[in-house]
Every structure is written in C-alpha cells, then in structure tokens.
DNA sequence: GGGCGGCTTTGATTTTGATCAAGTTGCCGA
DNA sequence: TCGGCAACTTGATCAAAATCAAAGCCGCCC
C-alpha cells in the first residue's frame, strides 16, 4: 500500500538537515531548508513549544487555520465526526510532519495527540508573511499537501475495499513504518493508538479489531506484550497479510 | 458534509473568469487567471484538445506524471486496485477542474473517463517552466491539492462510517453538488457512472447500492428514469438521509 | 493490600451487506 | 420485429462484522 513510501519519506527528511529552530531545538519539518537565516531567526522567536497530552485537542475545530505547528515527537490523529458520534480518523501525524493548513478554509478537522506529544507552533501571520518572503516555502507546504493527499486516496482503499483482518494489518505496516522515520521500518514499537481509535481509523469497532489482534497472534503474524507493544517476527508477512503487494 | 462547500467552488471558479485558453476554448480550470497574455498564449500553443470515450484512460497509471489536462466537460474516476483486483474510486474529478500532478511522484492511480469527457491538456515541461514564471500558478496548484484533499478526508468518513443507505445519499447529494456547478445543487440529472462504477465509488457491491436506490425511490426521496436519470424532489431530505448536517 | 475504573478480551446473538442465482429491462443491430 | 447482450433489479442464502453482554486485566488511589 505504500501509504508513504521509503523514498518519499526520504525526500522530506533530507530536505531539512541544515536548519534546526533556535527556540525549540528541533527542525520545522522541512519548512526550515528554505529560509534564509535571517527568516528562520524570525520564525524561531514566534514560535512556542508545548507538550500535548493524549486525547487532548492540539487545535480545535476552526483554530486549526489559526496556526502552524511542527510535531517534534508523539503522534496526531486527524479526525471528523457524524452528528451522531460516528468517528472516523482520517489522517495521523508523525513527528516531524508539519501541521496547518496554509489560506483559511476551515475542514471541520479536529486534532488531537494520541500520545504525549510536542509541538512547536508558531501563528499564522508570522507563517503567510514567510510565505511571501520566501518563494520556496509555499513549495514545501505544497509538498506536504500532495503527501497527505496520496495517504488519504491509499488509505480510502483499505477503508472501502479491505476486510477486517487486512485492516488491521494495514494499520500496524502504516505504524511500523512511521514511528520511527530516522530508521525506517520497526520490527517492534508501541502502539500510539488505544483500540477504540484503531477502530475510528479502521472504520470498525472495538470488538472487532481485538479480535482480529488476537487472531495475528494466533497465526503468528505478530507478537503482543500489555496490549501495546508489539513485535512483527517478518514484515513480508505482514504486508502479506495486509493485502500489500 | 460538504464534499466541496459552494463557497469553495466559487473561489475557485471565479479566479479564471478573465482568461480563456484560444486553442481549445475553454478555461483551463483556474490556472489561467494567474497567467500574463505572453504565458496563455504560450499555453494555448502546447494545448490540445481531446475526446474521451467511458471506460478509457485519460492518463494511465505512470503517465499521469507526464501531462497536465484541464476538463472541459464530463466527469473522470480516479481509482486504485489491490493485485486481486478489488477495486476502489478515490476521487471523481468535474469540469472544470484541473488535473495532474505537480513534481513527479506516482501513486498508482488510474484515471478514465466515466462519461464522454472533453479535455484539454499540454505537457509537463510546458507547465513546469510556467510554473517556475508565474509565482502564482504553484498557488492555485497548490489549493486545488488542498480541495482534493478535503474532499478524500469527507470521503474517509462515508466509506469508513456510513451505512449502505447513507453511502448512495452522500453520493446523490455529491453529483447533484457537482455535475454542473454553473448552476448551484441541481435537482435533476443523469448519474455520469455506472451502478458498477458507484459501487467501487462506495466500497459496495453493485446488488447492494442498486437496493438502495430501489429503497431511496420507494421512500420517495428521488425518482428514477431510465436507471440513469434522477430527480430530487427534496434536497434537504436527501441530505438528511445521507446523514449530512 | 483492596477496591475502583478504564481498557481490553471473549462469547453469544443479530444485523448488514456480500454472494449466488435468476430474472428484467432496455438498447442496438440484424 | 426480433434476438442478443449488457446493465440493472430482485430474491434466497450466507458470512462478516456489529451489537449486546460479561468477564479479565491493569494501573491507580486510598
């Protein structure tokens, strides 16, 4: 499913090596490697650094368009929900994404951390006035646009045409390979998400996904200690399993 | 749910009112506003027009990277298949939206006409070197990510949460939204795909959403001719049953 | 250490939508 | 006007996942 592929994920990384915020000491995700010093200065004074505990909202309904954040670590869930309750998450986060949607036009998103989460943010003029500046920063947040876009098409197959089982599977390839961008594919980690947000990004519901947990531990497909760490004795299998070709 | 909100449309439709493209007579989808006479002209001269028939490709599964189209008129799938063949629609694109993919990065999509499609299109390295003149076209290349994107993530919630019933209502209201945005919400039209085709839209087999729409009419929410022709005789009550706010 | 509350698992049953299997309808060409 | 074919509908049955209902398990606070 290659929701971000190796070489993509590489193509963001490398792009922000040279650049680390001042203020918070971490890399704005990218957005820094096209700033000229004097900017990135200008960018680290704005910006704050917070720690975001689970469940709580990072930037709520409308306020998302009110700033910009870099996740320094943790993880974001991206979520909507029906009048009635129904939930869907439609999107996480992993550090060093970039978070913020550049020229107002509210999604109805809500987004919270999933896990204790740091973030670096900075306000939305200081962000459209760099825009200006610097030519290369709209091309960035563009890039990181398109990314999320190819996640969202990928992950609209396993939602439409995906049984439970190679949901399920699916989910754990997409942590697998995110948690821990710096040494690409985890073979063991924790998972960000409690069951009931597996089940609001699967499209199923709790029950459902415990039990096809249990039946890949059954099969031996992964191993589980405490409900949250897992380990993947072999990938292949997984991706397998997670109707990956 | 607001697949595309009418104001969104505007935005967008209201940008390329000056500038029409003289080879092929049509707007180019918003990314001529943003050009000078020289630049349009330039663009016209690369452009050609084309007709496409249902069910063939506009750009295949690679090419999509290799030229930019404008849709004149009719309406295009795109979609995505597991190597079993499972199939799913990710996206329908209407006139006049612009497709293509700004910075080569494939994601395996395929998009084909669903209808007789009228396009317009001109090749990557023309684009690219506009786009590096006109610091405003990677803007509108920009935000049109940005409105696919809203797009897939309302999408996510539908196929993730939504009933069978509720899934046919969404896709209703979302053609009645789309199919001719001239004009607003339109009350009556022909369905531009097949039941085939909305299942795969929908993550449904055809039995089923063809169920739902025998159940629609006979609940009087729509009325049909010709299996292709819908009526609606009450928006709002259509967007109730499609669990729409 | 004991109990309480939240999260997770497991089991029994029901429901929704898929699958299998005929029919219809409507269109097109002979 | 008549096949013939593809698209669509309808019906019967089946299976996957949802729902309803208890337990476990684990950490935390007293």
Redesign the interface.
């Known amino acids: 499913m290659?929701i971000v592929t190796e070489q993509?994920r590489k193509?963001i990384h490398n792009s922000d090596i040279p650049s680390v915020c001042a203020a918070c000491e971490a890399r704005h995700g990218g957005v820094c490697g096209t700033l000229s010093a004097d900017q990135l200065l200008d960018l680290s004074r704005h910006s704050t650094r917070r720690r975001i505990e689970p469940g709580r909202e990072v930037v709520g309904q409308g306020e998302m368009t009110d700033s910009y954040a870099n996740i320094i670590s943790g993880v974001v869930k991206?979520s909507?929900v029906?009048?009635?309750g129904?939930?869907?998450i439609?999107?996480l986060q992993f550090a060093p994404d970039f978070m913020g949607?550049?020229?107002t036009?509210e999604?109805?998103?809500t987004a919270e951390a999933a896990i204790d989460t740091d973030i670096c943010s900075f306000p939305r003029n200081v962000m459209e006035r760099l825009v200006t500046e610097a030519?290369g920063l709209?091309?960035r947040?563009?890039?990181q646009?398109?990314k999320?876009?190819?996640e969202?098409?990928?992950?609209?197959?396993t939602?439409?045409?995906?049984t439970a089982q190679e949901k399920v599977a699916s989910f754990l390839y997409i942590i697998a390979t995110h948690i821990d961008p710096e040494n690409g594919t985890a073979t063991a980690f924790d998972l960000p998400l409690s069951r009931a947000d597996i089940a609001d990004y699967?499209?199923l519901t709790i029950e459902t996904v415990s039990r096809q947990i249990t039946k890949l531990r059954k099969d031996n497909v992964i191993r589980i200690e405490n409900s949250r760490h897992v380990t993947v004795p072999s990938m292949d299998r997984l991706m397998h399993v997670a109707?990956i070709?």
Chains 1, 2 share one sequence.
Do not use: C, Y
């Open positions: 290659q993509r193509d991206l909507k029906l009048s009635d129904r939930q869907q439609v999107g949607r550049p020229f036009r999604s109805a998103l030519p709209e091309h947040l563009h890039e646009a398109l999320e876009l190819d969202a098409r990928d992950w609209m197959l939602l439409g045409r995906k699967l499209g109707g070709d």
